[in-house]
């Protein structure tokens, strides 16, 4: 039975990709800190589940503790890493930018010095659609130039991503990067707009739509994600050969075993259809506040996924009508309305 080390295993995409994970077979060392930056309530019943499974051991701690993941590698000998755990969110990074410091860029060093003396098989680490920041081409590509983040949010998960290449090249280690776009579903975070959109639909008040609801995004409901992630364990990136040249459209680095690679819904859906899946899945009409853009915000995301049908076979498929229509179910029967 082979391991995998899943860092914020009790957030939301943690939660479901060890779920998986379980199902497929695999040991699980899930490592959260159990952060408050949102209701901890409903981390401390996603971990409550996972821990009904034999094959799943929690560890609550942070992963920027210096050797933590270094004893957990040693002791736990993981075949797999998979390193979910950040402060997330754009507009928190404008309030309390240590905090993105300390989790994203301190905590993802912790973890590459421990699988530097320690090397898994393969190790995927999360980043961000937020990552492409100012670029206005869309789709966006792995293979796009990617240097004007516009949050510190952005800025630390691309600085992630240049700190796990130089690990590759430097200590041959594996790594796929892969570029989040909008994830939603179900036990979702309550800072996210589904949620909170639900929530004041729900109750009757109004929502806030910004940039007037000119805004576009590349919605990927959680399990699409979690196939997509659970696909990459297997395509293990490979340095090319010095006379190898890397396929055009492959994010492949010529230097090291590493690629980022985008799980998208390959549709960018505006606003307002949003908005309006779920009032069909309430059954109630959303009253709107119409407010201009938030710092650090973009207005449309829009992933290229060539790149990972071509290395798994698969592409995101679940409609924003029946991810929302999922989400407000379980909504209504965890908060019983």
């Not at 060392?29 to 209701?39: F, N, P, S, V």
């Not at 309530?41 to 609550?60: I, Y």
């Not at 280690?173 to 639909?201: E, N, S």
């Amino acid at each position: 039975m082979k391991t995998v080390l899943v860092t914020g295993s009790a957030g939301f995409i943690g939660y479901f990709l060890c779920t998986r994970l379980l199902a497929d077979g695999f040991r699980v060392i899930g490592l959260d800190a159990m952060t408050d930056y949102y209701d901890v309530r409903l981390k401390e019943r996603r971990q409550q589940m996972l821990l009904q499974h034999e094959h799943f051991k929690a560890v609550n701690d942070r992963v920027e503790t210096p050797e933590l993941l270094m004893t957990l590698f040693k002791t736990e000998t993981p075949d797999f890493v998979i390193h979910l755990a950040a402060q997330a969110g754009v507009r928190y990074s404008i309030e309390a930018p240590r905090s993105y410091l300390e989790s994203n860029i301190c905590g993802t060093f912790e973890l590459l010095e421990a699988a530097r003396a320690h090397p898994p098989e393969h190790m995927l680490l999360a980043s961000t659609s937020s990552a492409y920041g100012a670029n206005t081409q869309m789709p966006y590509t792995e293979t796009d130039k990617a240097d004007h983040q516009l949050s510190f949010y952005a800025a630390t998960k691309k600085a992630t991503e240049s700190m796990a290449h130089s690990y590759a090249h430097l200590y041959h280690l594996p790594v796929t990067m892969f570029r989040f776009f909008t994830v939603y579903g179900p036990w979702g975070r309550p800072d996210m707009a589904l949620f909170k959109f639900t929530k004041a639909i729900l109750e009757e008040r109004p929502i806030d739509v910004y940039n007037y609801g000119d805004m576009k995004r590349d919605f990927t409901y959680v399990e699409d994600l979690v196939e997509g992630i659970r696909l990459l364990m297997d395509a293990v990136p490979v340095r090319p050969e010095e006379d190898e040249e890397v396929p055009n459209g492959d994010s492949l680095s010529p230097v090291a075993p590493w690629r980022v690679v985008n799980i998208g819904n390959s549709t960018s859906v505006q606003l307002t259809e949003f908005i309006a899946a779920i009032e069909d899945a309430t059954g109630k009409q959303a009253a709107r506040n119409l407010m201009p853009m938030q710092a650090g915000d973009v207005p449309a995301t829009w992933a290229n996924a060539d790149l990972l049908q071509r290395l798994t076979g698969y592409r995101p498929v679940t409609s924003v009508q029946e991810g929302v229509r999922r989400f407000v179910e379980w909504y209504r029967d965890y908060y019983q309305i």
